[in-house]
């Protein structure tokens, strides 16, 4: 073991590391955002509390900006401030709705902009790398309940995503997120 990072704030439920590993980013059952520099990892570079529940995906972009999905379906934009701080931004997910919020599980595509997210019986891909989040071609419902997602880009506008379910399989779809966008 490396280093032990402990939180106050309840118990770590996603991290991820930047492009070039070296910046962590970690979220709490209470929605506490948290990121260090890995080759300085006792000193936190930035904390933001703005989501105030659970995180289910988190992500470093390029620009040090972090991107966090809780479970109520709230997103948090957290832009490096010239203070060391965060600029918290809280967007709403695309077709959520009062019945429709909760997400089960969600999943990033690394530095591509895209989410993959999983509601009680849909799937959405949603764009963020627009002005907010924006749905990106239809809402998938599959035929058995999913749990879990990977979402990986090919190529321009093109995405694999990987879909666990409730009766043991994965189901891989292609998505060609240009064309459905238009």
Partial sequence: VLHVLRSTAGPYTSSAFNRDSDVLAAATQRGVVTTWEVDDIDRTLRSSDALGTEVIAISVEGDGRIMALSTDGWLLQAVPS????????????????????????????????????????????????????????????????????????????????ALGHDDGTIRIVHFDYAAASR
Avoid: C, K, W
């Fill in 82 to 161: 010239g203070t060391g701080d965060y600029s918290p931004r809280l967007l709403d997910l695309p077709d959520a709705t009062a019945g429709n919020r909760t997400v089960v599980a969600a999943q990033f595509a690394h530095h591509d902009h895209l989410l993959a997210v999983i509601r009680q019986r849909n799937v959405i891909l949603v764009d963020l790398g627009g002005t907010g989040p924006a749905r990106v071609g239809p809402m998938l419902t599959p035929d058995a309940t999913p749990y879990a997602a990977a979402v990986s880009v090919t190529e321009a506008a093109h995405a694999r995503l």
